[in-house]
């Protein structure tokens, strides 16, 4: 066997760099991601909660994202979908669903806002809002006081494709592009903004705004964790280097509708989801890592098993869990308020 | 004490705040070499860089929320707005972000932000480099504003805001630039956020105030006095959150309350220190609250006898103090 047919042969994740278990936690992850997002849709058709908005057919790119970054160190700005992103990250099923209960122990919010609006300073999630792409500034923030403390840090930043069109997605991509600052913009194209088609909102292409602020932009298989990953892992080498920021426009399909609130099937046909659900990155992972003989279905069944139990779990305890007392919405308005809110 | 012009004592706040410590920053449209369009940030670049006097581009939305993210980060940045008109393209980042950012995050995540912007008419700005917006951030709860008059002040407040654990808005008034000059100590002090400040003790009125419109009180107090009328000037300082003790100390020391301010009277600062009186001491008033403030307009114009118009200064508030004292 020639060296180049030992390459050839050489598995895509091992090439990234990737060892075999590694590729399997990213499996799992999204798989976790995928399993969380259909229970919360069930929790809140069975009224158990009052809403839940999805990240069904992100999670690969989501996934590949993290793997790419040095999760003890860097800022991570993620936005309402990036539940994969988070599991990754290091938040817990239990967190995520004392969110979703909107209990007192939530550490995103302790309860106060919407679930997907992420936040958590021991894992270094930078707290988030509803207004969308107010999150890609602040990132460009962090990867200004990376910069000014010679730190080594990178931070990155995730929105939609609707985002884009913020004046704040420009205003940030700028600034960061004069500055050179470590920072990567991930825009998942999930191809709607609600119901908004991606030809009703973007002229060009997305990944081709970054010429026009003096850096690099890739658009890449947002299906392909491993492929987000080759890109994202670059786009950090380029930050760590001081050479500033990437953008990077990963393109999936949003499966499910836009939120539990809404009807999807009055602006698009049950024929075109169907058509992406074919183009689905989970099966595709799964199929590849038995493919590359690391995997089978009865390892799968295991691990689905136990993903199952473990939501079983969390969800139970996030149930279960308080809520807040009522006059704890008066805490936290100022450093030094007390009982009576800001006044 | 040295004797120190308003702009020179916000600069010198600056300075100090950098040297103390070093997440400090300044960052905005041309406070680099330039040293701001009102030379407040001149000579900081030669002492402490360009990177901790950031010359940024043209986007305030950017240059509030990049400072945000600073600031989460443990930074604590001073965005410097260059008009306040010009501040609104970052109102969503203020108001949705800075303000919000400790109370959504239930006390996990914090923002100890600074923005200055300049405030006020008077200059022939026209309706673009001439308001108050005062009212549109106050009432936002997360959120603390202050509005300096004294040059002691002016240091002292911003010091207090750099080193405040939460986002303050720092209105300094451009007409007080050269036109208020003061006593300003060597060396560090603070005037504490939310504290308001007697500038004049009296018996007959009490006029309650901030920023530039106390000028004029302070002058129209002096000539009154000669005329019999004795006048008690409060200085509000901050205006968010509002000093309710100073306020009605004030008000009950002559019954009778002025409230003044050149942003517009609808829905301005007075309506809710008027609220707090009539709240807690209507029947010890003697007279009914008045107001004197910049008329329900847009923004005043640049045609001198317009600008005049809508601008207030000593003789109007003097013949308003008159008034009340007349009552």
Partial sequence: MTQSESAVQQSRHAALGLTDEQAIEMYTFMTTARRYDERCLLLQRAGKIKFHVSGIGQEAAQVGAAFALDRENDYFLPYYRDYAFVLACGMTLRELMLSLFSKAADPNSGGRQMPGHFGCKRLRIVTGSSPVTTQVPHAVGF??????????????????????????????????????????????????????????QVGGKIADRALGYGF?????????????????????????????????????????????????????????????????????????????????????????????????????????????EPEDILKHVYADDHSEGGR | MPKMDYIDAIRLAMKEEMERDDDVFVLGEDVGHKGGVFTTTKGLIGQFGEERVLDTPLSESAIVGAAIGAAMYGMKPIAEMQYSDFMFPA?????????????????????????????????????????????????????????????????????????????????????????????????????????????????????????LPLHFAME???????????????????????????????????????????????????????????EEMLYELDAPIMRLCGPDVPAMPINPPGEKFFMLNKDKVKEAMKKLALY
């Fill in chain 2, 91 to 211: 109102t969503n980042q203020i108001i949705s972000e800075a303000a919000k950012i400790r109370y959504r995050s239930n006390n996990d995540w914090t923002c100890p932000l600074v923005i200055r912007a300049p405030i006020g008419g008077g200059i022939f700005g026209g309706l673009y480099h001439s308001q108050c917006p005062e009212s549109v951030f106050f009432g936002t709860p997360g959120l603390k504003i202050v509005a300096p008059y004294t040059a002691y002040d002016a240091k002292g407040l911003l010091k207090a805001a750099v080193r405040d654990p939460d986002p303050v808005i720092y209105f300094e008034n451009k007409k007080c630039y050269k036109l208020v000059s003061g006593d300003v100590p060597d060396g560090d002090y603070v005037v504490p956020i939310g504290e308001s400040n007697v500038l004049r003790e009296g018996d007959d009125i009490t006029v309650i105030s901030y920023s």
């Fill in chain 1, 216 to 324: 690099p932009g890739y658009s890449v298989d947002g299906n392909d964790p491993l492929e987000v990953y080759r890109v994202v892992k670059e786009a950090r080498e380029r930050a760590a280097r001081g050479e500033g920021p990437t953008l990077i426009e990963a393109v999936m399909y949003r499966l499910s509708p836009h939120s539990t609130s809404d009807e999807d099937l009055a602006y698009r046909t049950k024929e075109e989801v169907d058509e992406h659900r074919g183009k689905d990155g989970l099966p595709k992972f799964k199929q590849y890592l038995i493919d590359c003989g690391i995997w089978d279905e009865e390892r799968d069944a295991a691990m689905q098993q136990q993903v199952k139990a473990a939501l079983d779990e969390a969800t139970a305890y996030g149930d279960r869990a308080p809520f807040p």
């Fill in chain 1, 143 to 200: 990867a200004l006081a990376s910069k000014m403390k010679k730190k080594n840090f990178v931070s990155i930043v995730t929105f939609g494709d609707g985002s884009s069109n913020q004046g704040d997605f420009h205003e940030g991509a700028n600034f960061a592009g004069v500055h050179k600052l470590p920072v990567i913009f991930m825009c998942e194209n999930n191809q709607y903004a609600i119901s908004i088609p991606l030809h009703k």
């Fill in chain 2, 220 to 278: 129209a107090a002096e000539e009154l006095e000669e005329e019999g009328i004795s006048a008690h000037v409060l200085d509000l300082r901050t205006l968010q959150p509002l000093d309710q003790e100073g306020i009605l100390a004030a008000a009950r020391r002559t019954g009778k309350v002025l409230i003044i301010h050149e942003d517009n009277k609808f829905g301005g600062i007075g309506a809710e220190v008027s609220a707090i009186i009539a």
